[in-house]
């Protein structure tokens, strides 16, 4: 695997100290179990900040998600932005790739600063009122969801591993292989672009079926 800035990041994985949210987030959160590895990933709608919108269920029997937790403030977010940049870039036609920032203490002018100083394109949720993240049980950032095409929770870490790399490339693989035994199926998905007055932040909250 190529080298890159996340490789000095996950030697200190054991040892690295997560950014902790506020009381009133955690307070609200649901306990790890149910929204752990192998449970059904709690299903939302929300706009992005270019006023498209996301349903989670939308991607159910269709393609997986990888949901990113961050912040512009935390340094470990923004080290691995690049990476899950080249994610987008390389497996975007597999795998949709969705970042969820926190909003707490972060603002929408911070987010397209850091994205156009960098010239990311990534869609993006700003989580006003941190709803989601008390949904996905998220406690501190950077935090990665990977979500399977059934709608089940396969793999979340604080860091970017080599685990969650390999995950997305086998499904990244599995995808292709199986479009390739259907050349004639016409299964794609876009956001809907209706106009909105407000960035984003959840429209619809659902319970997994």
Not at 39 to 50: D, K, Y
Not at 97 to 102: F, L
Not at 164 to 175: F, G, N, V
Request: one cysteine or more; proline letters at 4%; a positive charge.
């Amino acid at each position: 695997m190529k080298k890159r800035v996340l490789n000095n990041l996950q030697q200190l994985a054991g040892a690295v100290v997560l950014t902790t949210l506020a009381a009133n987030i955690q307070a609200g959160s649901p306990a790890a179990g149910d929204v752990g590895i192998g449970s059904q990933a709690p299903v939302f709608s929300a706009r992005t900040l270019e006023g498209k919108v996301f349903n989670l269920a939308d991607y159910k029997g269709n393609k997986p998600v990888y949901l990113k937790f961050w912040a512009t403030w935390c340094s470990y977010c923004k080290a691995e932005m690049p990476h899950l940049n080249s994610i987008k870039e390389r497996y975007g036609d597999d795998i949709q790739v969705v970042t969820i920032n926190v909003a707490m203490n972060d603002s929408v002018a911070n987010i397209d600063h850091f994205f156009q100083g960098q010239g990311y394109r990534i869609p993006t949720i700003f989580d006003t009122g941190g709803e989601l993240t008390k949904r996905y049980g998220v406690v501190g950032t950077p935090h990665h969801v990977l979500i399977d095409k059934e709608g089940r929770i396969a793999y979340r870490t604080f860091l970017a591993t080599d685990q969650l790399d390999q995950q997305i490339k086998d499904w990244s693989q599995a995808r292709r292989s199986e479009a390739a035994s259907q050349p004639k199926r016409q299964n794609q998905i876009s956001f809907n672009t209706q106009p909105t007055e407000q960035y984003s932040s959840v429209l619809v909250q659902g319970t997994a079926q």
